[in-house]
């Protein structure tokens, strides 16, 4: 682990708050302040571009309302995180509901 990058003790705090561990996230997080080591700022890209393919990227961090559209990109992500939440908690239903389909639809030959 670089001492003086903040991404490597990020990682692992996220790693052990995912896991519930949150005496080990605040120990990683206490060295990153006892090192002073600063967690740099996130930005994600958009492409704002239109139908006819052009591109128009758009970078931002989290709170950023600089775009004239920030509003329906918030709700777009949080659409978006809503729909990636609903598929891996419904994954194996979903991949059995498929598999029946496929497994019913098979006609069989003469």
């Avoid at 996220?14 to 996130?42: F, P, S, T």
């Avoid at 393919?53 to 920030?70: A, E, I």
Wanted: proline share 2%.
């Amino acid at each position: 682990m670089e001492p003086t990058e903040s991404g490597s003790y990020v990682l692992l705090s996220n790693l052990y708050a995912e896991k519930g561990d949150w005496d080990m996230m605040a120990k990683i997080r206490r060295q990153m302040r006892d090192r002073g080591v600063r967690k740099e700022v996130g930005y994600s890209w958009l492409d704002n571009g239109d139908a006819d393919g052009s591109l128009y990227l758009h970078g931002f961090s989290s709170g950023d309302k600089s775009h004239c559209r920030s509003e329906e990109i918030c709700r777009m992500a949080k659409f978006l995180g809503l729909e990636m939440k609903f598929l891996r908690e419904n994954m194996s239903e979903i991949d059995s509901v498929k598999q029946n389909s496929e497994t019913h639809s098979q006609v069989p030959h003469d």
